[in-house]
């Protein structure tokens, strides 16, 4: 079987360790048992090699043989095309996959990305940008809180890959105490993030950008 290689960065600073992208496709790749290994491009000089791999010169993407991609909802998808655990066998659930997979990115991560990068830069003051921002996070939070009260999994009653992009996403706003009006979503990300291979992608991505300190 040719080898996955997961495509991340040899460092970044210390604030978005445990949360760099990376992360959902390790977590994805332990949950599947597929052989894989981390290969790491530079954060401070973004060449033309990376650009080609990945035009805004993020990360992360991944190789498999010949094929190259970016975009974590579409590696995602890749990854839970190959493996059972990951992905149901039946038209209706495997439709329900991609459509979490894509209200986790472009509903809800739209929302919480904008109010992450606010609150790291220092913008979460009194502002009417950051109560738009912070609005915007509740008007989605509180749609998510219907579904995961009602809900242990986001399909068919099962673990799939929809919920290691969901709780990736919820995650970041766990981390600052945003889920707490939310306890459905809090119990979701900490049910999650208690799976041995979230515990295993998430130490794993600490231990590789600290062997660059
Ligand atoms: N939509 C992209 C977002 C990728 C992204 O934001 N990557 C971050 C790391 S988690 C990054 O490379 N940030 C550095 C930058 O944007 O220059 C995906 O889901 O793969």
Not at 51 to 66: C, E, M, R, Y
Not at 105 to 126: R, Y
Not at 170 to 197: G, Q, S
Request: charged share 25%.
């Amino acid at each position: 079987m040719q080898e996955i290689v997961l495509y991340t960065y040899d460092w970044v600073p210390e604030p978005p360790r445990g949360f760099v992208r990376d992360v959902r496709l390790r977590w994805a790749l332990e949950e599947a048992g597929l052989p894989y290994r981390v290969a790491a491009v530079p954060f401070k000089n973004r060449g033309p090699d990376h650009i080609a791999h990945q035009p805004f010169g993020q990360v992360p993407w991944l190789t498999d043989g010949d094929l190259s991609i970016f975009e974590s909802g579409a590696m995602l998808l890749y990854v839970a095309e190959k493996s059972e655990a990951l992905m149901p066998g039946d038209v209706k659930g495997r439709n329900e996959v991609r459509e979490w997979i894509f209200a986790a990115l472009a509903s809800v991560e739209a929302a919480t990305q904008p109010w992450s990068i606010m609150k790291f830069s220092g913008f979460d003051g009194d502002n009417p940008a950051w109560a738009f921002f912070d609005n915007f996070v509740d008007l989605r939070l509180k749609r998510m809180e219907a579904v995961l009260s009602e809900h242990e999994w986001l399909v068919a009653n099962r673990f799939t890959v929809a919920d290691i992009l969901m709780a990736d996403v919820l995650r970041l706003m766990n981390r600052f105490d945003r889920l707490a009006n939310y306890l459905a979503c809090k119990a979701y990300v900490e049910r999650l993030t208690a799976r041995r291979a979230f515990i295993k992608a998430h130490a794993d991505q600490l231990a590789h950008f600290a062997a660059a300190d």
